[in-house]
């Protein structure tokens, strides 16, 4: 085991006990008690000195290298843009829990999306009610009354999220739950039929029961579609309550239950990203204090969790809770990265964002205590002994280990009112002093500067808080003229985590400007802590934010440059930056370079950016490296400044990876408007 310490600006020390392989984490957990969480910190603190120097040392044989951070780049994910509901989330039916209102969107209702259907001579009717729910968090279901079922019955169907996409030979999980209203059994047939109201799959169900009960089917249809519908008919006479009705599926990512799309999930994992964050975003605090996002909300059975309004105008199933985000970030080998409100909700509130943004409301004093408590039980939940209240909780879910939770984020870019102070202040004093193994990370509000920039900083400075989170949208030119940014931030103070930005394009202009800001990232990356673009996923037709970096539709996708920038720095990052190995000649603020040394494989990864109209020359020294293999490999990103993917034309603009032969020392000419990523094995 290598025990590893870090120091916050804030002098702020935080303990993270690392495997060497760097696959598991094991935190100090909050089951320990403070006496022995200090004779723990001691020893800790002495084999942290003995480590540190060990790697240090090591290092030291590199002349001119930096330590960065090793886990710069990672995802923002936040449920804008349909990305997590009719998105990365793989449910198939849309608003299955009869929860829709004019909350969400003013002409929804609980039946939105669902059809009354009576294929025959046929009647009875369909209603919403509220009297006797699965489960009090989940008020609403549905009740169908067969008077006369006829040759065919009547039933209810359901379109999803612009139809479903069905595809022949796969299997489909079924769930629903019923509660037989009436003495007799009643038999259902669910089907999955395309537009014409052609059968591709059916399966049977009688119910049996007179309480809830969870019914499942399979459905493996010999025919695809992608237009179609689930169908649910009774066929014989009775009274049945039917609630949270769920297509799945089968082949989810890592074939999880209620589990996640695999085309979308697998090109989140495949950019290698080194956290998460979730859930957002203004989703994490919310259009007024009742639509904060609170986890413990999001847990549990589905049919127990809470769903609400989405602060970007439709629903939150809480479908993809922070179970599913926590599992998703094992999986994909990602630190997760939770942002909960500061108790306070977002300062457009109402759409004030019209008049300025004076919408924040801030939790009452009264409620503090108990909002500081659901703080403290995300860590037990996330990382205590699964004989903990919370904890326990967790391993009902499936999951009894700890999910080593190490980063939680308090405020998402909130203006920086005394209201907000005050309650940032006494979660940041209530967590350091309960779990100071956990690194919070402050906010700095939504922009590059500006008063709550300043002030967000100000706290961050008084508090020492290890981390603040720094957000800005701009266009490219502010990229490359701002690439600077972090080379004269005090190194004393807290660490930067860029929690979200972004170039105002999805044009290979775009996506070189970020480029470019990335290389000053890893240069910086001794004071930038972390680092995500954003937002992460935008469904067609359904976008609140222009600027995405991945587009998809209910079956198909297209990656912008951004993604392939993204990928290629974020798939080859390192824990030290090296200044001396590449030189650029003079001082352009179109090309950038960087190399970073990864300790673990021993690769040296060097990152050439030319954003410009004509080709550069750079020369590469690696004979800092006692050995290098000359078989490296090289991934090029070349297209117009003008250039664009779309669902046409998905791969207009896509990286190309060759061989490589490298020698101690070359040159290489950099061509216009291109990203190259070279990576070259030690051992
Ligand atoms: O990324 C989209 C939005 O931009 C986020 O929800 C918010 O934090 C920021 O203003």
Redesign the pocket.
């Known amino acids: 085991m290598m025990i590893i310490a870090k120091r916050g600006i804030a002098n702020l020390t935080y303990l993270q006990f690392t495997k060497t392989k760097g696959s598991h984490q094991a935190f100090i957990c909050g089951v320990l008690n403070t006496l022995t969480k200090s004779i723990l910190f001691g020893i800790a603190f002495t084999l942290i000195t003995v480590a540190a120097t060990a790697q240090i040392a090591k290092q030291k044989a590199i002349p001119g290298s930096k330590k960065i951070s090793s886990e710069l780049f990672g995802l ?1 994910f ?1 449920d ?1 843009n349909y990305a997590a509901d009719g998105g990365l989330y793989a449910e198939l039916v849309q608003n299955r829990s009869f929860e829709y209102s004019p909350t969400d969107k003013r002409d929804w209702h609980p039946f939105s999306f669902w059809q009354y259907v009576t294929p025959g001579f046929s009647y009875g009717s369909v209603s919403v009610e509220t009297n006797f729910p699965v489960h009090p968090n989940n008020p609403h279901y549905i009740v169908m009354t067969i008077e006369h079922a006829g040759d065919t019955g009547i039933g209810i169907k359901n379109h999803g999220f612009e139809r479903m996409v069905i595809k022949a030979g796969e299997k489909y999980n079924l769930s629903f739950f019923g509660k037989q209203l009436s003495a007799e059994s009643i038999a259902l047939s669910v089907s999955l039929q395309d537009p014409q109201g052609k059968v591709l799959s059916e399966n049977k169900i009688s119910t049996s029961s007179q309480d809830w009960k969870k019914y499942t089917a399979t459905l493996s249809p010999s025919a695809g579609s992608d237009s179609a519908s689930l169908v649910i008919i009774a066929t014989t006479k009775g009274k049945l309550a039917m609630d949270v009705i769920s297509l799945f599926p089968e082949k989810t990512f890592m074939k999880r239950s209620n589990g996640l799309r695999q085309d979308l999930a697998q090109l989140l994992a495949d950019i290698k990203p080194k956290f998460m964050r979730f859930p ?4 994490v605090h919310g259009d007024g204090l009742g639509n904060m996002y609170r986890w413990k909300n999001t847990i549990g059975p589905v049919e127990q969790r809470i769903e609400q309004k989405n602060i970007w105008g439709y629903h939150q199933t809480a479908g993809l809770g922070y179970y599913e985000y926590f599992q998703f970030c094992e999986d994909i080998n990602a630190k997760p990265l939770p942002v909960l409100p500061a108790a306070v909700s977002c300062q457009n509130s109402g759409g004030t964002w019209r008049i300025g943004g004076t919408g924040q409301k801030a939790l009452p004093m009264s409620e503090m205590q108990a909002y500081i408590q659901e703080v403290l039980d995300l860590i037990e939940w996330a990382n205590g002994p699964a004989t903990s209240t919370w904890g326990a909780k967790r391993a009902a879910a499936g999951h009894p280990g700890s999910f080593n939770l190490q980063y939680i984020g308090i405020g ?2 909130d203006k920086i009112t005394p209201e907000f102070e005050q309650r940032f202040k006494m979660i940041y004093d209530a967590v350091r002093s309960k779990h100071p193994e956990i690194t919070l990370i402050g906010t700095s509000g ?1 922009f590059s500067d500006g008063e709550d920039f300043i002030k967000g900083w100000d706290i961050a400075a008084a508090l020492e808080v290890a981390v603040i989170d720094e ?1 800005y ?1 701009k266009n490219p030119e502010w990229f490359l003229g701002n690439q600077y940014r972090y080379d004269s931030y005090d190194r004393k103070k807290s660490k930067v985590y860029l929690g ?1 930005y972004a170039s105002w394009g999805n044009s290979m202009k775009n996506a070189l400007a970020e480029a470019v800001y990335m290389a000053a990232l890893e240069r910086n990356g001794d004071i930038v802590h972390m680092a995500s673009y ?2 992460l996923l935008a469904k067609k037709n359904f976008t609140q ?1 222009q600027t995405d970096m991945i587009f998809f539709d209910n079956s198909s996708v297209f990656l912008t440059p951004n993604y392939y920038v993204q990928k290629m720095f974020s798939s080859n990052q390192g824990d030290y930056f090296l200044g001396n190995v590449i030189s650029k000649g003079t001082k352009d603020t179109t090309f950038a370079t960087s190399c970073v040394y990864d300790s673990e494989t021993g690769d040296i990864i060097l990152k050439l950016v030319n954003a410009g109209t004509h080709d550069k020359n750079v020369k590469i020294d690696l004979s800092h490296f006692k050995r290098i293999i000359p078989g490296a490999t090289k991934v090029e990103l070349k297209a117009n400044a003008g250039a664009v993917n779309s669902f046409e034309n998905p791969r207009n603009v896509a990286p190309v990876t060759s061989d490589f032969k490298a020698g101690k020392k070359f040159d290489y000419v950099v061509p216009a408007s291109s990203l190259t990523v070279i990576r070259v094995k030690t051992k």
């Not at 957002?280 to 989703?283: F, N, T, V």
């Open positions: 923002f936040e804008i957002g975003g203004c989703l998402n870019e939504p957000h949208y979200e954003a937002p934010w």
